[in-house]
């Protein structure tokens, strides 16, 4: 039977996790960033199944042979995965495996649903292949800021769109305190709204996962390459090791790590369904 592990378990998995092996994942299990863990057995678990808390897809770790929880998964995604995911508001159901031996087995589990599937690369960047000859410079009105807890908390009212700093911190964090204590981050300001921002997604020891956005209206000016560059600055200079994850698809996100030094150390497959 799947069940729920407390948080305060979560320790029982980390011997299931593949060292070269996605951030996120040890990120839940070290309880660093939040999430949930589903195992086949409390006590003494061989395979399990983390929801990441920013809702971005779930994760099978473990013994991808364990017949007694592969069988039971069809069952268990339909009576509670689907009913937790609404609550959310959440449609699609997105597995990747912690190892690739996981793939055969997720094609097969799922092979009666509608399944489709996207590549997924990650890139690391360290010191010596820093490409650092970039001029930090950019357009008139655009500036670039450390995301601090005063500006965090807005309390001049000076950013008119604090919600889109918040909303991006929230997602990933249990609280902007946890944040603050485990990573950082960099915005650029134009006419008092944030309209670009890189920080720290998700974090495991020095590793520090990138997430970057920048608004609509305001990208094709380079600014997630400059906000990018700011933020990898800070982590070489504080011996952190900056690991981008983006999908295969997402040309424009592969050039701005390219660009700045980074290198594809792995590759995965991501599956998805959608909820009935």
């Not at 597995?95 to 055969?104: A, M, S, T, Y």
Request: aromatic letters at 14%.
């Amino acid at each position: 039977m799947i069940s729920e592990l407390k948080k305060s378990e979560f320790y029982k998995c980390k011997y299931m996790l593949y060292e070269q092996g996605q951030l996120e994942a040890k990120a839940v299990v070290e309880g660093i960033n939040p999430g949930r863990i589903f195992v086949d057995d409390i006590e003494s678990p061989a395979s399990g199944l983390i929801w990441l808390g920013n809702n971005d897809g779930f994760f099978f770790i473990g013994d991808e042979r364990n017949e007694g929880f592969n069988t039971e998964l069809n069952h268990f995604i339909d009576t509670v995965i689907i009913l937790e995911a609404r609550k959310v508001g959440l449609t699609w159901f997105e597995g990747i495996g912690n190892h690739n031996k996981w793939d055969e087995t997720i094609i097969k589990v799922f092979e009666n649903r509608n399944l489709g599937s996207w590549n997924q690369r990650v890139y690391t960047l360290q010191k010596k292949d820093y490409k650092g000859n970039f001029e930090l410079t950019i357009e008139e009105g655009y500036k670039i800021v450390k995301i601090s807890k005063t500006l965090f908390k807005n309390s001049d009212k000076s950013i008119e769109n604090i919600e889109f700093l918040h909303s991006k911190i929230v997602e990933f964090w249990s609280s902007p305190e946890r944040f603050f204590n485990e990573g950082f981050g960099y915005g650029i300001v134009y006419k008092n709204k944030i309209v670009s921002v890189c920080f720290s997604g998700f974090v495991v020891d020095n590793v520090h996962g990138v997430d970057i956005e920048t608004l609509e209206e305001h990208q094709g000016k380079k600014l997630a390459q400059k906000v990018a560059i700011a933020f990898v600055k800070d982590c070489l200079e504080n011996n952190l090791v900056p690991y981008w994850d983006c999908m295969e698809s997402n040309k424009p996100s592969i050039a701005v790590a390219k660009s700045i030094g980074f290198r594809n150390v792995f590759n995965y497959i991501g599956y998805e369904f959608k909820f009935e």
